[in-house]
Every structure is written in structure tokens, then in C-alpha cells.
């Protein structure tokens, strides 16, 4: 039978890395350019990854401005909140590599 599957991948760079008694949160930024008239601006997107001790293992040797690559599933959950139904879209890492070091660049 197939497998149906929702699936991200981020290539880009660390911002805080929060660990917890589970898991390990990993805020990512991602850029993109877009046209703003004659000119071109990029913006910056946060993404926040959610990492078990599986691969929180592998997120420890990372630190703040390390270029890195993610791959792994996305989860729709929800809960009742102050303001009824809260829906939340998780990034739930299933592979983390490093691909460059924030001072090995700066060196260049």
C-alpha cells in the first residue's frame, strides 16, 4: 500500500537551541529574496523544529549561527485554549547536519 507522507526540509541558519527534559527545540532561520519594485529584499523565516533525544544527540554539537540541514515530518495537533480550539503545525526533526561552522565562514 502507499505511504502518504508530509515531509519539510530546511537548510539554514541556528538561532537558539532549547533543550527540555524530552525534547529539544531548534529555532532555524531560512531566507528568501523577493522583488519589492526595481530592488530585491530578503526576508527571513523562523522555524521552530522539534528534536527528540534521538537526534538532540546530534544538535548538541551545534551552536548559534551554524549553517545546517534538516530533514524530517510534519504533525497537525490541536488542544482547547483561553480562546477555544488551538492548532499547531509541528516540524518534527528526523535527520540534523552540520554543513558549515559559523566561524569556519567568517575565516573565508
Known sequence: MPQNIAEFRIIGRVGKIRPLEKVTYVSVASNYNRRDGDDWKTDTHWNS????????????????????????????????????????????????????????????
Open 49 to 108: 523544529v522539534v528534536c527528540f533525544p534521538k537526534i538532540a544527540a546530534q544538535v548538541e554539537n551545534a551552536e548559534e549561527g551554524d549553517l545546517v540541514h534538516i530533514t524530517g515530518r510534519t504533525r497537525e495537533n490541536s488542544h482547547s485554549g483561553d480562546a477555544g480550539i488551538v492548532y499547531k503545525t509541528e516540524l518534527i526533526a528526523d535527520s540534523f547536519s552540520i554543513l558549515a561552522r559559523k566561524m569556519a565562514e567568517q575565516d573565508n
